[in-house]
């Protein structure tokens, strides 16, 4: 978008990742290994990972198309049938800051909107969405 000042959603997540080190956080990681029955496919490596843990509590910071944040419920449910989770915390854009991004990223509302029709089947972990916005003033300065 040519003339205009955009948010960085990879700044933003280097900003995210650095407040929540500080407060203690680190990154989650489940590898295993990927057999399927009566195959003689193996795929060694294969993880799940999590932007941050603390405790049993789950964060995922999401600056990335719908399906990742729809991704990252499942990656929720997986760590809480391993009783490696109790809540999953997932940190998104909301739509007027979506419109100020300088890539194509999703929004927080339309995943809200669809965990509620999903009528507490999926996920069945409890999940806090977090809709992140900027400061209009601050928004405004850095538009000029």
Known sequence: ??????YSPRDMNQQFKAAFTARG???????HTITIPN??????????QIDFVKGKVLVEVQFGK???MFYDMAKFQY???????????????????KK????????GEQLVYDIER?????????????????????SAIDHK
């Open 118 to 138: 999903l009528k507490r089947h999926f996920p069945a972990v409890p999940v806090k969405v977090i809709l992140v916005d900027v400061d209009e003033a601050e």
């Open 1 to 6: 978008m040519r003339g205009r000042h955009l």
């Open 39 to 48: 195959s003689d496919v193996v795929i060694p490596g294969v993880f799940k």
């Open 25 to 31: 956080y680190r990154e989650l990681r489940d590898t």
């Open 66 to 68: 719908y399906a990742f």
């Open 79 to 97: 760590f809480f049938n391993e009783n490696k989770a109790d809540v999953g915390v997932e940190i998104v854009p909301c739509h007027a800051l």
């Open 100 to 107: 100020q991004m300088s890539t194509g990223v999703s929004y």
